[in-house]
């Protein structure tokens, strides 16, 4: 394809065109990035190498809740680097030992680990539930069932595909990881008819409102319920907050706003305020009590570097307001999106908690999706869809009032194409 068709309807200059001709020439094209090429970030915004300004309501998919290069955890980092950074988890270190302490008392569990990604953080809790139902529930061998939703998004790993309805992450990538049973996401009577036929279901992994399936908020009830029959069928209950946790929607664990608390909870991205990979899973002892010496590992998993880093990410989050800061400002994004798309039947099914927010574009009657992306880029603001017709809305959490504004202003000027 000529650089002139890939670039279609945008101008971009020489210097932009040199970064993604190398890309597209060296780089495993396993991506469909915006054609932009950014080189510098501060909080809430982005600059590419042109020296243009960009709201970033993308926020590396949920893991710049702090918004970019937050001063306070870089000095940390910069603080840690004087004195140690890795150890490998044959030695004790003393920063892990705090974080494990920070973590537990923060989010109410008596126990914690600590990997790298998020798609680490839902392999580590379904190891953990696939032991625990080996050893306490004593489902026979081999036979232990994970439910999971439709629609889910947990990661690209061989294990995380084999659990995915996807297309787009299971063809050509088999075989695959038995023991998935994929149902309606919000289908609380599927989900039960399957617990009452099958006594070998160890856990059921949900998210509390599906990032990349385009923001689909579910029923008040299904959590509830979901943790009820849990409880009935002695089956753990896996919430996966790694796009939705620390702050995302509202609430530090986005759980929070079902009233219910998960067996197994799973953190990552927005873990590290944006500055590396960084996850954690944290449980009680009822359940961590059947992982020994050996069960599981990472060499970096609780780094010293990585350990002082969670911390402060979460006291930023915690100490500057940002969880009633995206209440309020995903509120008013919200009321002010249906209010101003009145009278546009393109629009469709505005949803969303604080700043985790979507809504669909319907291309029979309104903008042709990619047209309508790249207007937003040109006009300032970086949004991407999750799906064919569905777009996420996901800013830092430090955003105010103003650039709420811009936001809603942009996604309706860019949709008049």
């Not at 597209?24 to 915004?45: D, E």
């Not at 970019?68 to 870089?74: E, S, V, W």
């Not at 069932?145 to 787009?168: H, K, M, Q, Y």
Request: glycine share 10%.
């Amino acid at each position: 394809m000529s650089m002139k068709r890939f670039f279609g309807r945008l101008h971009v200059s020489e210097e932009t065109k040199k970064y993604i001709e190398k890309d597209l020439k060296y780089n495993c094209q396993n991506y469909g990035p915006l054609k932009m090429v950014i080189a510098k970030a501060r909080g809430s915004y982005v600059w590419d190498v042109d020296g243009k300004k960009y709201l970033d309501a993308i926020s590396a998919y949920g893991a710049m809740n702090q918004g970019h290069l937050h001063p306070r955890i870089k000095n940390k980092i910069i603080e840690q680097l004087d004195y140690c950074t890795l150890t490998g988890r044959g030695l004790h270190n003393n920063r892990l030992a705090e974080a494990s302490e920070f973590l537990t008392s923060t989010f109410g569990y008596q126990r914690s680990i600590m990997m790298n990604t998020g798609v680490e953080g839902g392999e580590t809790a379904i190891k953990i539930a696939r032991r625990w139902a080996y050893e306490v529930k004593k489902i026979p061998d081999n036979k232990a069932d994970v439910l999971i939703a439709s629609r889910n998004f947990w990661g690209r790993t061989i294990t995380a595909c084999s659990s995915s309805d996807d297309p787009e992450r299971f063809t050509n990538f088999g075989p695959f990881t038995p023991g998935f049973k994929i149902l309606p996401y919000d289908n609380i009577e599927a989900f039960e008819s399957e617990l009452k036929s099958n006594p070998n279901v160890a856990a059921i992994m949900l998210e509390p409102i599906q990032g990349e399936g385009g923001v689909i908020v579910p029923s008040d009830a299904l959590f509830p319920k979901i943790r009820q029959l849990c409880d009935s069928y002695n089956v753990l209950l896996i919430v996966d907050e790694v796009q939705t946790g620390l702050g995302r929607t509202g609430k530090l664990l986005c759980q929070e706003h079902y009233g219910v608390k998960a067996d197994l909870t799973i953190l990552g991205k927005a873990l590290s305020g944006g500055f590396m990979p960084i996850s954690a899973v944290l449980g009680n002892d009822s359940v961590f009590k059947v992982m020994k010496p050996g069960s599981h590992g990472s060499t970096y998993g609780g780094n010293p570097l990585a350990s002082v880093t969670c911390i402060e990410a979460i006291k930023v989050i915690q100490e500057e307001g940002l969880v009633e800061n995206a209440r309020r400002m995903g509120d008013l994004i919200i009321s002010r999106l249906k209010e101003r798309t009145k009278g546009m039947p393109y629009f469709k099914d505005i949803r969303g908690k604080g700043l985790f927010i979507g809504f669909d574009i319907d291309e029979n009657c309104g903008p042709k999706m990619e047209d309508f992306i790249e207007e937003n880029c040109m006009r300032g603001l970086l949004i991407k869809n999750t799906k064919p017709t569905k777009v996420k809305v996901a800013p830092s959490l430090l955003i105010n009032e103003r650039e709420a504004d811009f936001i809603v202003n942009t996604i309706i000027d860019s949709s008049k194409l």
